[in-house]
């Protein structure tokens, strides 16, 4: 089992930064990737960005330039770096950790950008 905490949502202004963080516990060395979702009211959950434990990051093409992940091991955290935030941004951020028997999810940390 690998649980997932998510933090660091909140209300920003358009052009402002967040970083979410996501500490993962439990069987950890069986993570094979972890990534960043994210669902906008009444759309379905979409790829925002994902790393492997070899570090290897990919990212949707609407986030790139302007998001970041990353991991510290040490911490077994991964972040999402935001900048140039933008009010389409907002939505509900979820943490994926994805193991060779499943995928285990967050329960979501909420990002409102404002106009």
């Known amino acids: 089992q690998v649980q997932l905490v998510e933090s660091g949502g909140g209300l920003v202004q358009a052009g402002g930064s967040l970083r979410l963080s996501c500490a993962a516990s439990g069987s950890i060395l069986s993570i094979n990737a972890m990534a960043w979702y994210r669902q906008a009211p009444g759309k379905q959950r979409d790829l925002v960005a994902s790393?492997?434990?070899?570090?290897?990051?990919n990212y949707a093409d609407s986030m790139k330039g302007r998001f970041t992940i990353s991991r510290d091991n040490a911490k077994n955290t991964v972040y999402l770096q935001m900048n140039s935030l933008k009010p389409e941004d907002t939505a509900v951020y979820y943490c994926?950790?994805?193991?060779?028997?499943?995928?285990?999810w967050g329960k979501g940390t909420l990002v409102t950008v404002s106009s």
């Open positions: 994926n950790a994805a193991t060779i028997w499943r995928n285990y």
């Open positions: 790393i492997t434990s070899g570090g290897s990051t």
